[in-house]
């Protein structure tokens, strides 16, 4: 009898006359009554003025007719063939990477192969069972694995579980009542004001400069920062217009479409921006505002920087020698730092609004109407708290003899520090 749910597969025979055949699954039970699985080829009819969508719907009504009375219970798996890495690699992964960024897709099928796959991999799916899950899950949080890395198991556990249900493949969902167990407590650093003046003092160079000052005081995510170009730079906010990952850059393409929104640029950081575009080679409307050399096949060309190792190479070596600790330095920290001064300079709508992030329950659990004026006024403050009555060399931005003050940007034209 064969499998009503089961799509079969359509494919093209004949050397003279080219017909569609069609082949499925049937079960049939052998000399010693056991039930075994065989596939079951069917010749449908002449490929001529036949697409092969028309024989695809002939197939499924040859599959239907010879199911009819069948009972949903045999398409689960009857054998222990169909494993745990058997589902995941060849029906988890594949109908769900489509959604996945390339930064999320690389860490994510990592996490899968080294943590699920490495533990479940060999065991028969229909096996699979909520108190085993939910063992394995206790006993990584015990041995001390990262709250990130114990709920990404959590989460990857329980979607391949409700997908296998959803395809028949299991007969109930083992993931539905498990839990997430109890971890350490995460520890969220954020810089200090010594810390943010002492690192910004130290930077000589303009272009590292210019990436730091954005980083710190405009908060974009590390891909966001490393795909913007000239164009985005509108004289008083960074319009996005795409992320970069690992030296590629995804032209329209965003975490959420919260992040499509004008990044909001304080006017203590437009001289910056300003200084380094007039020293850059390229400040054309589609280069790079932070770019680098490419190597290989990409030799001489202008690609993104890679932000881990730019902070690698360039910034952490500066802050070691004024005892910045290396996991204080990541634009993730920034960014954090960030949020978590804003609190302070504007509401918590604001803090939504400079972050851009798709849900004010990312930020806290209350929802306020977003005005545009007050998230700049908030970032220029939370940037006025930071670099009050503290000043950067000017001749580093190259700059008309004077320094950059916290002074509003009216003041900064007339003082001469920025072009009018």
Not at 44 to 55: E, G, L
Not at 93 to 111: C, L
Not at 391 to 413: C, D, Y
Request: hydrophobic fraction near 35%; charge should be positive.
């Amino acid at each position: 009898m064969a499998m009503k749910y089961q799509k079969g597969t359509v494919y093209l025979r004949g050397k003279r006359v080219k017909m569609w055949y069609g082949q499925y699954l049937v079960y049939r039970k052998d000399q010693n009554g056991k039930e075994v699985r065989k596939q079951r080829n069917v010749r449908i009819c002449p490929k001529a003025n036949t697409p092969k969508w028309k024989a695809e719907q002939m197939l499924q009504e040859i599959i239907l007719k010879e199911s009819q009375g069948f009972s949903p219970t045999p398409t689960l798996p009857r054998d222990d063939s169909v494993t745990f890495r058997w589902f995941v690699k060849q029906r988890y992964i594949p109908m769900r990477q489509g959604g996945w960024s390339p930064a999320y897709k690389k860490t994510n099928t990592y996490q899968l192969e080294h943590y699920l796959i490495s533990h479940f991999g060999d065991l028969p799916l229909r096996n699979l069972s909520t108190f085993e899950i939910q063992v394995w899950l206790n006993g990584i949080a015990e041995r001390g694995y990262s709250q990130a890395v114990v709920r990404q198991c959590f989460s990857n556990m329980r979607a391949i579980t409700h997908m296998a249900r959803k395809q028949k493949y299991l007969a109930e969902d083992p993931g539905e009542d498990v839990a997430m167990p109890l971890t350490d407590t995460v520890e969220k650093p954020v810089l200090t004001r010594e810390q943010i003046l002492a690192l910004l003092g130290a930077i000589e160079d303009v272009h590292d400069l210019c990436l730091m000052y954005v980083a710190i005081f405009c908060g974009p995510r590390t891909s966001e920062a490393m795909g913007l170009q000239w164009k985005s730079w509108t004289g008083t906010a960074l319009m996005p217009y795409g992320t970069s990952y690992e030296g590629q850059f995804y032209k329209g393409r965003f975490k959420t479409k919260a992040s499509k929104a004008p990044i909001p640029v304080p006017e203590q950081v437009r001289p910056v921006i300003e200084a380094w575009r007039r020293i850059c080679t390229d400040s054309s409307p589609e280069a790079l505002m932070f770019p680098t050399f490419g190597r290989g096949n990409r030799k001489g060309e202008a690609v993104p920087r890679c932000g881990k190792n730019f902070l690698r190479c360039r910034i952490r070596p500066i802050s070691r020698k004024l005892g910045i600790p290396d996991r204080l330095v990541t634009f993730q920290v920034m960014r954090r730092t960030m949020g978590t001064d804003m609190q302070h300079h504007g509401s918590l709508k604001d803090t939504q609004g400079a972050l851009r992030h798709a849900s004010i329950k990312t930020t806290g659990d209350v929802y306020v109407q977003t005005i545009d004026e007050s998230v700049a006024r908030a970032v220029s403050s939370r940037t006025t708290a930071v670099l009050g009555g503290w000043t950067a060399p000017a001749e580093r931005l190259g700059l008309t003899g004077r320094n950059i003050r916290s002074v509003p940007l009216a003041e900064q034209q007339q003082q001469g520090q920025i072009a009018i």
